[in-house]
């Protein structure tokens, strides 16, 4: 029996490590045929990935609808921004103390939540995500009001250049966002695998039926808003170092894109988030392509985006709401 | 003294907006079950059909009366559209679990915010415009002062109550009315005892389509027009909901009311950067002292 639980530990864990050695591989070359333009829009590509990856987590592992996701990146970007301003830290110091500012923000969060069910817990985070960033202007003294923390993932240090050559500023960015994502994959692919993962998956089934086989679903709840917040704070921290750290970089509808992305892409898998985080990111791209083609005027392909993501959603959650990753699930009844 | 007079004028008037938009979210989650997070989105498209309206020569009441109308319609078409092939769904096993179902609508109601505020973008310019009211928005002289209370606030006061005394009279007189609340009260009994749920769930989302319209011309004209100026509305509406108890009507207008009061004390003596962090506070401390409202049955969530 040991021996048996032993290689399900191994393999779980190999199989996780698998999976990020490929996620790497494929974005190292990805980002080697891309322009400039392309390596930034990857490397928001990589950010945005982890912060769906919350959602993920959150929404369709453990069945608790947060809409306010947004604040709790805003969280690890303004930790990130104070940290690496006042104190002048390293943003590899910088980035692991403010996720665990993320998850104490994320732990208050989920004691209010655990409370709450549905419509309640979907509306209150959203009305967190809407005050948080207000709390930039009541503290102007620290947080600087609406203008910002202005910080940047500046240049690679000189080991780096030597051995692997001078990257250009949006390469640096990407080599930046690349091992954090890689850990969090790896990190969110173990936890779904393991013992959590499958209390998360029970509470969202059925409540009762958990707590009938032992499982605290109070506490599990609470855990997971800790481990969603970490990867929030995470992806909020790194998407404030593209170069400004304000309410404006962190608005309410940050964190509808990320749920979009993650129902788009399917809400229960991982692959489903990183397809989500593509069509998201690169939508704007391909729909500019399209129109290109027609003299249309500037506001149409202003709000085009939006539109076509969100009738893209309503046409998800309609048809198919398992997502694009999750068509199999549909099968079984 | 005057600020505080102020503070009470402009609370009731603004209040009875706030009421009227909790009133609508609280019909459609009787109603249907459901959120309707894309309830200002419905109510900013109108009013800039009305204002398009008014802006071709039409007269003010043209512009409000077909609002009114193409809000009531828009409600019902988005519940045969989108809800209603969403609540007959629940094979799929995805919609398996109780956690997923309540999910699942408020993301589809998000949709449904984001296509009509992109829509609005794409139609009606992206900038901002105003919106005339029909009253004057100076406020009476009383022997030689000038009053914090304007023609318009009677006005938004009447148009609230004549909504709130009409709805509360189709619940309790009309047989269509007593449907609708048996619906609210037990969906399958009342399938089973002869009603057409599908029609009643599209009334509710009818009539709070036209409520918000309502709300939206009664908001419009102290703020400018733009395809997000009502998002605010809606948090504050929700919030007012909650603390009324969101299956009950008379408790969305009580909340709506407490909160018009609440935001309009905090802009008088604070600033008013600090109203969303009020309208947090109210809704955190409603839910943990009275998490069901103050007037919400007990039945409806456990905790």
Known sequence: MCVVSKL??????????????????????LGSRFDAYNQGQLSVV????????????????????SLGQGALMAVGGYCTALLMTNYK??????????????????????????????????????????????????????????????????????????????????????????????????????ILLSRSGRMWRSIRDHESAASLCGVNFSRQKIFVFVVSASFAGLSGALYGLRGLVGPSVYPVSLSLTL????????????????????????????IDLVIDNFELSEQVSNYMPALISSVLLILTVVINPAGVAGTKLHKHK | MDTFLSAIFSGTSRGAIF???????????????????????????????????????????IGFVVALVSGAALGSILDVLVMRPLSNKKKTELLSSDSMR?????????????????????????????????????????????????????????????????TSLFFKRTGMGLAMRATALNQEVAKLSGIRTNRTRTLSWAISGAASSLAGLLLTPS??????????????????????????????????????????????????????????????????????????????RRV
């Open chain 2, 223 to 300: 703020s400018n027009l733009s395809p997000n100026t009502l998002d605010l509305a809606l948090f504050i509406g929700f919030t007012a909901a909650v603390v009324g108890g969101l299956d009950s009507p008379v408790g969305a207008v009580l909340g709506g009311f407490i909160l018009g009061m609440v935001i309009s004390f905090v802009t008088f003596y604070d600033t008013p950067e600090d109203v969303f962090l009020a309208i947090l506070a109210v809704l955190l401390l409603s839910l943990i002292i009275r998490p069901h409202g103050i007037l919400g049955s007990k039945d409806v």
């Open chain 1, 259 to 286: 749920l979009t992305a993650a129902v788009l892409g399917g809400i229960r898998s991982i692959s489903g988030a990183f397809i989500g985080t593509i069509i998201i990111v690169f939508l704007p791209d391909w």
């Open chain 1, 8 to 29: 399900k530990a191994h393999s779980t864990a190999r199989k996780s490590l698998i999976r990020t050695l490929i996620f790497v591989i494929v974005i190292l070359f």
């Open chain 2, 19 to 61: 009421a009227l938009v909790a009133l609508g979210l609280v019909l459609v989650w009787r109603g249907a079950g459901i959120v309707n997070f894309a309830q200002m989105g419905q109510a900013m498209f109108t009013t800039y059909i009305a204002s398009t309206l008014i802006a071709n020569g039409n007269s003010y009441w």
């Open chain 1, 46 to 65: 990589l950010i945005l990935f982890i912060g769906v990856l919350s959602v993920t987590i959150l929404t369709g592992i453990s069945g608790q609808l």
């Open chain 1, 89 to 190: 830290l390293s943003l590899w110091i910088a980035i692991p103390v403010s996720i665990i500012g993320a998850a104490i923000a994320g732990l208050l969060l989920g004691v209010a939540a655990a409370r709450l069910s549905g419509p309640y817990l979907a509306g209150t985070t959203l009305v967190v995500a809407l005050a948080i960033p207000t709390l930039a202007n009541r503290f102007f003294s620290v947080f600087k009001g609406d203008e910002g923390l202005p910080v940047d993932v500046g240049y690679s240090p000189k080991w780096f250049s030597n051995t692997f050559g001078e990257p250009t500023y949006e390469q640096w960015q990407l080599y930046v966002a690349l091992p954090f994502a890689a850990i969090a994959l790896f990190f969110a692919s173990n």
């Open chain 2, 102 to 166: 309540a999910a699942i609508p408020v993301i589809a109601s998000l949709g449904i915010l984001g296509v009509l505020q992109a829509l609005a973008g794409i139609i009606w310019a992206a900038e901002e415009r105003g919106f005339p009211a029909p009253a004057k928005q100076e406020g009476f002289t009383v022997a030689g002062n000038v009053m914090p209370f304007t023609a318009f606030d009677v006005f938004v006061i009447t148009c609230v109550a004549i909504t709130l005394i009409l």
